[in-house]
């Protein structure tokens, strides 16, 4: 099993950048499809982006342009680099794994903490 550590997050003022980085441990982070949730307050989880084993990618449409995901195999590490942020952007900030990416994520980092101010 994977275990997940994700840092970078903080406080930040709109349209200002943070980099996410998401540390795997464990097992071999590159058979693994990962992705990067969030859920802000009063809100449901929801799936950010997502980089597959064969670097397919997905991106919610409110982040298209301004969100890049990325993984360094070698590094054993997955990125979520955000730029423009906007208030809505604050959430907890979630990585997560899964085997095969019709599958749901089974392995979830204990998040960190993005906060946006106006």
């Known amino acids: 099993q994977v275990q997940l550590v994700e840092s970078g997050g903080g406080l930040v003022q709109a349209g200002g950048s943070l980099r996410l980085s998401c540390a795997a441990s464990?097992?071999?982070?590159?058979?693994?499809?990962m992705g990067w949730h969030r859920q802000g307050p009063g809100k449901e989880r929801e799936l950010v982006a997502s980089v597959n084993t064969d670097n397919s990618i997905y991106y919610t449409d409110s982040v298209k342009g301004r969100f890049t995901i990325s993984r360094d195999n070698a590094k054993n590490t997955l990125y979520l680099q955000m730029i423009s942020l906007k208030p809505e952007d604050t959430a907890m900030y979630y990585c997560a794994a899964r085997r095969n990416f019709l599958d749901e994520y089974t392995n979830w980092g204990q998040g960190t903490q993005v906060t946006v101010s106006s």
């Open positions: 464990g097992s071999i982070f590159s058979i693994y499809s």
